[in-house]
Nanobody
Framework: QVQLVESGGGLVQAGGSLRLSCAAS????????MGWFRQAPGKEREFVAA????????YYADSVKGRFTISRDNAKNTVYLQMNSLKPEDTAVYYC????????????????WGQGTQVTVSS
């Protein structure tokens, strides 16, 4: 079992930055690939970014490529999402998730989920 707790969300103006954190507890964090997903009101949950267990491979949705950076610190059992040049369309609840296996952009492959943190970008 892995418990995930996101933090760092908030209200920011367009063009601003936020850094989300996801702290993991339970089983060995470094065994898991990690992903960030988001869900806006009235929309389906969508992939944002993912990182392999070692941090050596990262993947991004086209909509955030070049603006967001995913990273992890296995010593701190934490994964991060640095979000720059934020846009109003980035407004959503952001979730981190853990996957026991090969890193993936597909939500259904993830085994554990956090409760989410709200990100609101004003225009």
């Amino acid at each position: 079992q892995v418990q995930l707790v996101e933090s760092g969300g908030g209200l920011v103006q367009a063009g601003g930055s936020l850094r989300l954190s996801c702290a993991a507890s339970g089983r060995t964090f470094s065994w898991y690939a990690m992903g960030w997903f988001r869900q806006a009101p009235g929309k389906e949950r969508e992939f944002v970014a993912a990182i392999s267990w070692s941090g050596g491979s990262t993947y991004y949705a086209d909509s955030v490529k070049g603006r967001f950076t995913i990273s992890r610190d296995n010593a701190k059992n934490t994964v991060y999402l640095q979000m720059n040049s934020l846009k109003p369309e980035d407004t959503a609840v952001y979730y981190c998730a853990a996957l026991s296996g090969i890193v993936s952009m597909y939500a259904e492959r993830y085994d554990y989920w956090g409760q989410g943190t709200q990100v609101t970008v004003s225009s």
